[in-house]
């Protein structure tokens, strides 16, 4: 159901620095322009790849490890970071990344940037968090952060995508 990608791109950047960086973009960028937003609190807008080339590398080279080719393109492509600082209750909605009106391959995925033992839970199992791995899944399944209080900052990169291969 969720397969795992090691992320070389991320890994090679992701200190103090780069998540100081991905927490004042998050922080000053809104997530969307809904009245009432039902996000959680500190979540960015959905083109953090664009602001950060080495995040939208690093999703360019998932997809070409994922689907063994470079022949495809992104018709839709939301990036967003997630952060909840240290004592934070994380917000437990139950979702999926799905675009009702768009055809082609529907992927969705996380990555954790700082430790943390809180994951993502679907409906028949839960991610153990690695920091620096994509975990990806098709974006019609159910999932939600786990329950629970951050015992210390918590930045997460998210996806929701749709595929076409190009012939």
Partial sequence: MVEVFDCPYISKVNNKQFQQDLINYTKE???CDMEVCTHPK???DLK???AF???DNSINNLFKTYLGADNFIFTKKNVWGYYASK???LQNVVHNHMFKKEKGLQISAVMYITPTKLGTSFADFKIEPEINKWY???SGLYHHPEDGVTPKD???LALSSVINICT
């Fill in 87 to 89: 004592g934070s209750q």
């Fill in 42 to 44: 500190i979540q960015s």
């Fill in 154 to 156: 918590r930045i997460v």
């Fill in 136 to 138: 990806l899944w098709h």
């Fill in 53 to 55: 080339s080495v995040i």
């Fill in 48 to 50: 953090i790849d664009q």
């Fill in 29 to 31: 960028t809104k997530c």
